[in-house]
């Protein structure tokens, strides 16, 4: 035997045995390691996407930020960045570097802990895939083992697949095709040689080397990538200094805050129906009714509005308590009853309760529209007369007796109906009120969608019972649908990954009749047009509203319609506590629906709304609501149901008083 053979033999003994007694260590230690064929159901969690009606990307719901991908759709340069700086023996090996790994376990051994790394692209999965993140002699070896597993059983091409699907890059994003759309607000296969370095750059430390955290380690760390690519062979020496000085540019942050209230009610409503799993794990497509820029429109215009009335409130008294304004606004497309825009307050950061679908607050006259419609469903019309006088009546909510006065201080004698509307007289709705009952007033209420409690007492058509401000804008939304209400919405389908589709169809049931719907849009456009709700002719198309404001001023309401989009907004403090003298409906909440729906109806051309068959207009005596007469005062026209039109001449009238 040639001597220079027997230290060769010697060691490759010793190797054998180190080799021997590590396998029989890991099998008697390590039998119950996970089975790496359950990876053939591999399915990681995928993120839930939330997308407005024409489709945009407005939210994402996840635990794991993930988009997945096949291998033909991973860029080559990314794949060949992340071989060149973690593993350049990829394709050589089994899942695991003898010598690294030997190197790297005798530091370990002499430190009593995991000092150095000496993982391979393999090992890396299996400890992303199957193990917790504990620096520890036993975890490294399970590491190893389930490496070697995962080798034998699948191909290189199915490891990377794996592996860029699974890996963290950093800011919330698993996988390759969440950190290009992360940093770079585009998918991976459009992403630059430079970029592909950047992203094979931060997975070995994430929170170090994201540009978003450390834009300087993060192009320091680039061009080691992109150095160890040329040394490797996959670019060229012009293509990596092109790539070394190309500029990292970083997608702009979403401004998913502008529809953070709704995509919360949206997330809410997911889980109910999903559970947490089915948001956060199974890649939901989620397709909402949401009109992009109407809800840009309606942020744009609460933040207007409340910037206006606060700075009024400082100049008058300031805010000693410290209280923040609160607005609320939705959107509603009549026939269809989806919400097309929602603001549920001015910061969704301090305080995430949507006060448009969470809060009850009193509506002061906003209310009054539901008794007007019981009113004509009892045989009034538009020009029946109300005796706008003193009363008294009995009411639980005044001990002792209560006195309605209207706004304006005084008493307005006969008016018609329409008078009493668009002026928004206490006193004379108080004294319809009584007519009508309590009883046909809250089942009016009840067709029109609201389903908050109603106390049956005089002080109810004030706005005496609390509702919420989509209750009432879903409501006065059946006027402009010919009576029809459609169920408020927010979701159309939900699309699951394996293409099955879950759709929302619109419902609606009959509210009032088709004729009496008209009748209420039209006392309601005279809101507009020469009563309180006057702001509204701003919008410069036809549109039709009612304010509302409680006693003290704490709540300020605006409500009303165009023919397709039906809008509400409300104004106060959470807490009850005056806005101020003067802050009516009108002037602290008017603003606020006028601004949006000038956007939000833009340049569409101005629809009008339709008259049904079944109602005629007429020339009527404006002073009794009879039939004209070159006697009697001034005429004016009017509309009336058939068969519901005066009979008489207003001249009866004024002989019947000689």
Same mark, same amino acid.
């Given at each position: 035997?040639?001597?220079f ?6 060691a490759?003994l ?25 990876l ?30 096949? =291998? ?22 089994r ?23 000496g ?7 299996? @400890?992303?895939?199957f193990?917790?993140?504990e @620096?520890?002699?036993s ?10 597993l995962?080798?034998? @059983? ?19 994003a ?42 300087a ?8 990538v ?15 200094a ?23 009610m949206?997330r ?7 559970g947490?799993?089915?948001i =956060?794990?199974?890649?939901? /497509? ?5 009109? =992009? ?21 400082? @100049? ?10 609160q ?13 097309k ?8 950061k ?19 529209p ?14 029946t ?14 001990p ?17 109906? *329409?008078?009493?509307?668009?002026d ?13 009952g ?34 009432l ?8 649908? *010919? ?5 408020p ?18 419902s ?72 101020? /003298?003067? /802050? ?32 005629s ?6 002073g ?29 009238m ?5």
């Amino acid at each position: 035997m040639l001597p220079f053979r027997k230290p060769f033999i010697v060691a490759a003994l010793l190797f054998g045995m180190v080799c021997g007694g590590l396998a029989g260590y890991l099998v008697a230690r390590f039998s119950g390691l996970p089975d790496v064929r359950k990876l053939e159901e591999y399915a990681p969690p995928v993120s839930t996407k939330v997308y407005s009606a024409d489709g945009r990307l407005i939210g994402e719901f996840f635990q794991e930020k993930r988009e997945l991908l096949n =291998y033909d759709q991973i860029p080559k340069y990314a794949v060949k960045a992340v071989i060149a700086v973690e593993d350049s023996r990829f394709y050589r090996h089994r899942g695991v570097r003898a010598l690294s790994l030997l190197r790297a376990l005798a530091a370990d051994i002499r430190a009593r802990r995991i000092v150095q790394g000496g993982s391979t692209i393999t090992q890396q999965l299996a @400890k992303t895939l199957f193990l917790t993140s504990e @620096k520890t002699l036993s975890r490294k070896i399970r590491e190893m083992a389930l490496a070697l597993l995962l080798e034998l @059983k699948y191909t290189k091409q199915e490891l990377l697949t794996m592996y860029f699907n699974q890996i963290y890059f950093g800011s919330g994003a698993y996988g390759i095709e969440s950190a290009a759309r992360v940093y770079f607000g585009k998918g991976a296969k459009d992403l630059t040689l430079a970029e592909c370095a950047l992203m094979g750059a931060i997975p070995r430390a994430p929170s170090l080397y994201s540009p978003i955290n450390n834009m300087a380690k993060a192009r320091e760390r680039r061009a080691f990538v992109l150095a160890r690519m040329r040394a490797e062979g996959y670019i060229t020496s012009e293509e990596r200094a092109k790539a070394d000085v190309e500029p990292i540019t970083l997608a702009p942050t979403r401004r998913t805050e502008q529809a953070a209230w709704f995509l919360e009610m949206v997330r809410q409503w997911l889980e109910q129906q999903y559970g947490s799993t089915g948001i =956060y794990r199974l890649g939901l /497509e989620v397709r909402t009714t949401l009109d =992009y820029e109407m809800q840009l429109a309606a942020q744009r215009a609460v933040e207007s509005g409340v910037r206006e009335l606060e700075a009024r409130i400082k @100049k008058r008294r300031g805010n000693p308590e410290g209280l923040q304004l609160q607005a609320a606004l939705v959107a509603v497309e009549p026939a269809t009853g989806d919400i097309k825009a929602l603001v549920g307050g001015t910061d969704f950061k301090q305080s995430q309760f949507n006060r448009a679908v969470q809060a009850k607050r009193q509506p002061g006259s906003a209310f009054k529209p539901i008794l007007y419609l019981a009113a004509l469903e009892t045989g009034y019309t538009p020009a029946t007369r109300l005796i706008d006088s003193p009363i008294e009546v009995d009411d639980p909510a005044f001990p002792g007796g209560w006195k309605p006065v209207n706004y304006q201080r005084r008493f307005f004698g006969p008016v018609s109906l *329409r008078h009493a509307l668009a002026d928004s007289l206490n006193v004379a709705s108080v004294k319809l009120f009584l007519d009508v009952g309590s009883r046909r007033v809250i089942d009016s209420a009840r067709r029109l969608g609201i389903t908050s409690d109603l106390h049956p007492f005089p002080s109810l058509v004030l706005g005496g019972s609390e509702v919420t401000l989509l209750e009432l804008t879903s409501a006065y939304s059946a006027f402009p649908n *010919r009576g029809m209400l459609a169920r408020p919405a927010f979701i159309r389908t939900v699309r699951a990954r394996d293409g099955t589709v879950d759709e929302n169809r619109p419902s609606l049931t009959e509210a009032a009749t088709t004729q009496n719907a008209f009748l209420m849009t039209s006392l309601l456009r005279s809101v507009v047009e020469v009563g309180t709700g006057k702001i509204a002719q701003k919008v410069g198309k036809p549109v039709a509203a009612k304010t509302g404001t409680t006693d003290d001023y704490s709540d300020a309401w605006f409500v009303g319609f165009s023919p397709r989009l039906a809008t509400g907004v409300w104004v106060g403090y959470d807490v009850k506590k005056s806005l101020g /003298e003067g /802050e009516t409906g009108a002037k602290a909440a008017g603003p606020i629906w006028t601004g949006f729906m000038t956007d939000a109806l833009g340049a569409s051309e101005a629809a009008e709304f339709e008259k049904p068959d079944g109602i005629s207009e007429i020339e009527i005596d404006s002073g009794t609501g009879l039939l004209p007469d070159p006697k009697c005062g001034v005429a004016a026209a009017e509309y009336f149901r058939d068969g519901t039109a005066p009979t008489r001449s207003c001249k009866t009238m004024l002989d019947s008083r000689r």
